[in-house]
């Protein structure tokens, strides 16, 4: 599993070499088939980040080139179409369509004057600074962008959706800035990704940064020459945030589920009380996720010695331990409502406006309505589409349940080190050592909690007018999407940190117990790989790689 730190360039350049090296592993794998309308997280992360190859069904380019064939028609027949009949400089007296054997056909005159403002628009659009993204996340956001081409709504070419399966295909990722947008459509940052299939700017191919005309002849793709709505489609999307988004969704969905294991090692440790977590207490009270969470604690425990008896535990134990399943079903319900939000976004385009091509007219449709259909059957909607406050909603709730999760773990943590709560010794100091064992290792865990809380900060509250003050509501949702995975990544290290500590409670404890420690399954797994790289400390030694390797090992750990 690819864990992202996504800071610089020269992190996109080892992602790009590592894709390379991994597209012979995948290229045997039956190909993904787009159709529009079923694209997964699991697909978006099997084609960004393994290099896992596309095509495109029959039916949905079926939908592609109706949709085009419909904004040609509208042009034809005098309705606005942005990028076509309108915002290029169009003279209203001149005819934007000739006659050939019969039938109208747009005049060469106005394409040329299209095409022209579809250039000048890619490259005026391309303002974002920061760091370029990682070579997967582009790849998501190509992944995603491309799946909703095929709704046929943008009304882009056909040869649009063929460029992008390309550029997919072929490992070719355009150089995309971090930053920028304000959300509503990554405009600043979208339409680096047109500008390089136009062959105007650089990408990655093969770890190295070329100029997308280069790498393009090399391969014999003709460069895309965009008309009509080509230019407004490739840019005016959320596609690059719901991408990155489903990757980062990917992450944490992998951490929630070590979760489980990581706990039940710490309650053990800590000699904890699993009365909470029985079923006739969850069903008392059976909030969504709450039953659910509880259901997989006791699964993670079955076998465990905290099913008997004890003189020394506490009949209940801090609220932090005592309501882990709380905390953990709040974050089972965030997880899958931002999951699900960005699944139906991904498969479900956010254009404005809306090409729809099968669609009649009523006989008594209203006036002001009519107007945008062509003829009786087709039609061109005005729509605010863009808005992507039902996913930014989702995305904010998820980080702000994960830095409350950070919070009650580091606050678990701490009591591992107070003999007050675990009869264990002080810092879980060695018998033999009389120094200072983990007693400054509380200031990382409150550091990267405090961070987490920051991080956390709903991203959708307010907003400044745009646009000559016709964009004045803004949705961020790619600092959303940054501090999901920063809290992502704090938590694996404040988990390592508590592993850390879990595993050297238990060998403590052990020594103790006459009658043995008898752990579940789950947690002596875990125990077992977490030993094999983090040996139990008897004397005070440097902690960071200790750290380093268990944040690792968490980052791939299998789950049954």
């Known amino acids: ?80 179409v942005y990028g076509l009949t309108v915002g290029v400089g169009w003279n209203k007296d001149r005819p934007v369509f000739k006659t050939v054997e019969g039938k109208k056909v747009l005049s060469e005159e106005l394409l040329d004057m299209s095409r ?57 990722t355009p150089l995309v800035p971090s930053k920028g947008t304000v959300g509503q459509a990554d405009i600043t940052l979208s339409s680096h990704i047109g500008l390089a299939m136009v062959g105007e700017w650089d990408v990655i191919y093969k770890g190295e940064t070329l100029p997308a005309s280069e790498v393009m002849e090399k391969l014999g793709i003709e460069p895309l020459v965009p008309v009509g709505k080509d230019f407004l489609s490739i840019l005016s999307t959320n596609a690059l945030a719901l991408g990155q988004a489903a990757l980062a969704i990917s992450d944490i969905n992998h951490y929630l589920a070590v979760s489980y294991p990581v706990f039940g090692l710490f309650l053990e440790g800590y000699n904890g009380n ?50 882990m399943a709380y905390t953990l079903g709040n974050v089972e319900v ?42 009786d059957e087709g039609a061109i909607f005005p729509t605010s589409n863009f808005e992507i406050l039902p996913v930014l909603r ?12 950070s919070n009650r773990l580091v606050m678990q943590t701490i009591r591992l080190e107070d003999p007050k709560f675990t009869n264990l010794s002080r810092f879980l100091s060695g018998p033999d050592n009389p120094g ?31 646009a000559g003050n016709i964009e004045d509501t803004a949705g961020c949702t790619l600092v959303s999407v940054r501090s999901l995975e920063q809290i992502t990544e704090n938590l694996y290290d404040i988990s390592s940190l508590q592993l850390l500590h879990s595993a050297q409670a238990l060998d403590l404890r052990k020594a103790r117990m006459k009658d043995g420690l008898f752990m579940s399954g789950a947690t002596k797994k875990l125990y077992d790989a977490y030993r094999k790289v983090v040996p139990f400390v008897d004397q005070d030694r440097p902690y960071t790689k200790d750290i380093l390797e268990g944040a690792k090992l968490l980052k791939s750990y299998e789950i049954q």
Request: net charge positive; hydrophobic share 45%.
């Open 1 to 80: 599993m690819f864990q992202r730190q996504r800071k610089s360039l020269a992190v996109v350049v080892v992602v790009a070499v590592l894709l390379a090296l991994t597209t012979a592993v995948y290229a045997s794998e039956k190909p993904l088939v787009l159709t529009g309308n079923d694209l997964t997280i699991e697909d978006i992360a099997s084609v960004a980040a393994e290099g896992r190859k596309v095509s495109i069904s029959k039916e949905a380019m079926q939908n592609v080139s109706r949709s085009y064939d419909t904004v040609t028609r509208a042009a034809v027949e005098g309705i606005p």
């Open 116 to 172: 022209k403002f579809n250039i000048i628009s890619l490259r005026a659009h391309c303002a974002g600074v920061g760091p370029y993204l990682p070579v997967e996340v582009v790849r998501a956001g190509m992944l995603v962008r491309l799946n909703q081409f095929l709704t046929g709504i943008p009304g882009v070419q056909p040869y649009v959706v063929e460029i992008y399966e390309k550029y997919l295909n072929e490992g070719i």
């Open 274 to 323: 699993v009365a909470p977590f029985m079923k006739e207490v969850a069903e008392m009270r059976p909030f969504e996720g709450y039953v659910k969470a509880a259901e997989k604690l006791r699964k993670t425990l079955e076998g465990s010695y905290l099913y008997k008896p004890s003189e020394t535990r506490a009949l209940q134990d801090p609220l932090s331990i005592r309501s």
């Open 334 to 375: 965030t997880l899958k409502r931002a999951k699900d939000a960005v699944t139906l976004a991904a498969n479900h385009t956010d254009d404005n406006p809306a090409v729809v091509w099968n669609v009649k007219k009523e006989k008594d449709r209203d006036p002001q309505t009519a107007r945008y259909f062509i003829g």
């Open 394 to 405: 989702e995305l904010d709730s998820l980080n702000v349940a994960l830095a409350q999760m």
């Open 436 to 466: 200072h064992a983990f007693g400054a290792i509380q200031k990382p865990l409150v550091a990267m909690d405090t961070e987490n809380r920051m991080l956390a900060t709903p991203t959708q509250l307010g907003a400044t007018a745009l």
